[in-house]
């Protein structure tokens, strides 16, 4: 069986055990794929930690589980320094990072310092205590989650590390007819062992598939249009008015790369070995949800982040 077949067959596997959360599923394939990591946003209870940990069941390789608090440490997510008596010297005990998956629930809820010493996994997939520093694993995949709705006690994310996630996904309520079957399935769950999941998927053939992803065709005219859609949000003026008055800061060009990658996963995903202007429109919104800054009357006005982006794909014309 191809990689392509093993990751369609755990897609499907993961829409059956996540129900109405199909966004989300693609969202955390392809930046598996494009070897980014995920901010996922949504109000308690709608699958966001039961996803990954899935996901994890389904290929091979290490997860673990950080709950972020406004006392947690960095030594806490990196490792640090044990004293061995028996040796008299220090041993660095390895931390949570270190694992090939890791969620970081309410990542807004540590201060700086966690935050600082995620940013350099993150960025540099590496992490530094004292005069040493370790590379982190090549499957490397932070999801971290955010919940709108509680603001006590959380601290905003800097915009360089806000910066470093390649897609920041808003997860919604699922629709009636989608609750109906979480139901039935919750049910069938307590009543019957738990779903098993397929054949894991070797690290070998993940870091192979995303060099296949370099492979697919992206015509020039699609780059040109992923380049003017980044363009356009930071030279507003040149494209539209009602932009310019909306935005501050445009996206900096790990925006242009995290568009370009996404968009040739999500070809990956679908069969095809070309990248189609629709690919691009489809995960722009993600792409640049936490990387624009609205202006003071855009706020004022009541306009949000996502009608920027969508009044962004209007005036800018496709390939």
């Known amino acids: 069986?191809?990689?392509?077949?093993?990751?369609?067959?755990?897609?499907?596997?993961?829409?059956?055990?996540?129900?109405?959360?199909?966004?989300l599923i693609d969202r955390l394939l392809i930046a598996l794929l494009a070897d980014g990591h995920l901010l996922v946003e949504g109000a308690p209870g709608l699958a966001k930690t039961k996803a990954i940990k899935l996901l994890a069941k389904g290929i091979?390789?290490?997860?673990?589980?950080?709950?972020?608090?406004?006392?947690?440490?960095p030594a806490d997510v990196t490792g640090t320094d044990i004293y061995r008596a028996e040796?008299?010297?220090?041993?660095?005990?390895?931390?949570?990072?270190?694992h090939n998956l890791v969620l970081a629930d309410e990542i807004n809820r540590a201060p700086a310092k966690v935050q600082s010493a995620l940013l350099e996994a993150m960025a540099e997939r590496q992490i530094t205590v004292g005069k040493h520093t370790y590379?982190?694993?090549d499957l490397f995949l932070v999801m971290a989650t955010q919940?709108?709705?509680?603001?006590?006690?959380?601290?905003?994310?800097?915009e360089a590390q806000l910066d470093r996630f390649l897609l920041h996904v808003r997860v919604s309520y699922p629709s009636a007819a989608a609750e109906k079957e979480i139901l039935r399935l919750v049910r069938e769950?307590?009543?019957?062992?738990?779903?098993?999941?397929?054949?894991?998927?070797?690290?070998?053939?993940?870091?192979?598939?995303?060099?296949?992803?370099l492979q697919i065709h992206l015509a020039e005219s699609v780059e040109d249009y992923i380049v003017h859609l980044i363009d356009a949000t930071r030279h507003p003026i040149n494209y539209d008015a009602k932009l310019a008055q909306w935005l501050e800061y445009g996206a900096s060009p790990r925006a242009t790369l995290a568009l370009e990658r996404s968009a040739r996963a999500l070809a990956w995903l679908d069969g095809r070995d070309f990248v189609t202007p629709a690919d691009v429109q489809a995960l722009a919104p993600d792409v640049l949800r936490h990387r624009l800054?609205?202006?003071?009357?855009?706020?004022?006005?009541?306009?949000?982040?996502?009608?920027?982006?969508e009044h962004l794909l209007d005036v800018v014309p496709a390939a």
């Open 87 to 98: 040796t008299s010297s220090f041993e660095f005990q390895k931390g949570p990072i270190f």
């Open 1 to 23: 069986m191809t990689t392509h077949s093993q990751i369609q067959v755990l897609k499907t596997w993961l829409n059956n055990q996540i129900v109405g959360q199909n966004d």
């Open 135 to 137: 590379p982190l694993a």
């Open 293 to 309: 800054i609205l202006t003071f009357e855009a706020e004022a006005s009541g306009v949000t982040i996502d009608q920027v982006i």
């Open 189 to 213: 769950e307590n009543l019957t062992q738990e779903a098993v999941p397929p054949a894991k998927i070797s690290q070998t053939d993940l870091l192979n598939a995303r060099k296949s992803l």
């Open 147 to 158: 919940n709108p709705i509680e603001q006590e006690g959380t601290y905003p994310l800097p």
């Open 60 to 73: 091979e390789g290490s997860f673990h589980r950080i709950q972020f608090t406004p006392d947690l440490l």
